[in-house]
C-alpha cells in the first residue's frame, strides 16, 4: 500500500492506494465516524481481484485537509472532491463503493457526475430522495435520526465526546455491532484519528452542512449498474429505505442481511466483499 497526499478541488486529501495503476480503479468511501482504515480488511481482496484500489480520508477526517466553517462540507462538494480524485490516476471513470455517509457521496457522484462511475456499490445508505422523504414524514425514522439534530448544536457535540475519550462514537460502533466485528486495536487507531487537530468539528460539519444545505441531488435516477447491501438490524435507518432506494436505479440489485447492523462491514466482512466483486466482474 502507498500513502499519498492529493490536491483535488482546493483541498489535501490523504489517501491509501494498491495495485496496479493499468487496472480497472475502485474507490473505497468510508461514513462517520471512520476513516480510511475502516477498509483495510477490503484492500488486499480487491488488488487479487486486478483491481486499482483508492481509500481516501475524505475532507475532515484523519489526515486529510479540515476547511473550517459548515459551508465546504455540502454533499456537493463531497461529491466533487471524489470526481477531481479520479483525475489524479489515469482513468477515465471508476467504480465506488461507499458505506455510511460514504454511500450518500457514490450517490451524488453518481447523480451528479454520471460518466465518471462505471458501477456502484452502496452499503447501509438509502438514495438520498428516499432518505430526504423518510427524514420529512417517517416518524420511526425521525426517532432513528435525532442524533442527526443533536449534531446540528454548535461546538457542544464535539466538546461532550472529547471529554470522554471519544467512548461515545466507540460506543455507536461496537454497541449495536456483532460481537468481535471490532477490536482494541481497532479503536485505538479510531481514537488516534478522531484526535486529530480539529477533526471533530469537521466530521460533525458533514452533518450540520446537511441541515444547513440538504442533500437533494440535482437529478434522482441512477443510471449506473448498482448493489445496495443492507444490515437489516441498522439502528439509525429503518429497512424499508432498503427496496424503495431500488426504485431510483435503472439497474439495480438488493442483498438484505437479516442478522446484521449498520456497521456490515466490520460483521461480514468476506460475504460483503464477495457481493462487491461479484457485482464488478458482471
Request: hydrophobic letters at 35%; one cysteine or more; proline letters at 9%.
Amino acid at each position: 500500500m502507498e500513502r499519498t497526499f492529493r490536491e483535488v478541488n482546493d483541498v489535501t486529501l490523504h489517501v491509501v492506494s494498491a495495485g496496479d495503476p493499468a487496472d480497472p480503479v475502485v474507490v473505497l468511501l468510508h461514513g462517520f465516524p471512520e476513516f480510511w482504515y475502516g477498509w483495510s480488511e477490503y484492500i488486499k481482496g480487491f488488488v487479487q481481484a486486478d483491481y486499482r484500489v483508492l481509500v481516501p480520508d475524505q475532507r475532515g477526517y484523519n489526515r486529510s485537509e479540515k476547511p473550517d466553517g459548515v459551508q465546504p462540507y455540502r454533499v456537493g462538494t463531497l461529491a466533487e472532491d471524489i470526481v477531481a480524485l479520479l483525475a489524479t490516476e489515469p482513468c477515465d471513470s471508476a467504480h465506488l463503493i461507499g458505506h455510511d455517509w460514504g454511500g450518500t457521496v457514490a450517490w451524488h457522484v453518481a447523480l451528479r457526475s454520471p460518466e465518471s462511475v462505471d458501477r456502484l456499490g452502496i452499503i447501509n445508505m438509502p438514495h438520498p430522495t428516499v432518505f430526504t422523504e423518510a427524514l420529512q414524514s417517517n416518524p420511526k425514522q425521525r426517532q432513528k435520526s435525532q442524533y442527526i439534530f443533536a449534531f446540528q448544536q454548535p461546538n457542544t457535540p464535539e466538546k461532550r465526546v472529547k471529554q470522554t475519550n471519544f467512548d461515545t462514537w466507540v460506543s455507536v460502533m461496537n454497541g449495536p455491532s456483532k460481537p468481535g466485528a471490532f477490536s482494541t486495536t481497532d479503536f485505538e487507531r479510531y481514537r488516534q484519528a478522531w484526535a486529530e487537530p480539529g477533526a471533530p468539528t469537521a466530521m460533525l460539519n458533514w452533518y450540520r452542512a446537511l441541515g444547513e444545505y440538504g442533500i437533494e441531488p440535482p437529478r434522482t435516477q441512477v443510471e449506473s449498474p448498482t448493489v445496495l447491501l443492507w444490515g437489516e438490524n441498522d439502528q439509525a435507518l429503518i429497512p424499508e429505505l432498503a427496496p424503495k432506494s431500488m426504485g431510483f436505479c435503472t439497474d439495480s440489485d438488493l442483498e438484505q442481511f437479516p442478522d446484521a447492523t449498520h456497521w456490515i462491514t466490520h460483521e461480514y466482512p468476506d460475504r460483503v466483499s464477495e457481493l462487491l466483486l461479484e457485482h464488478l466482474k458482471r
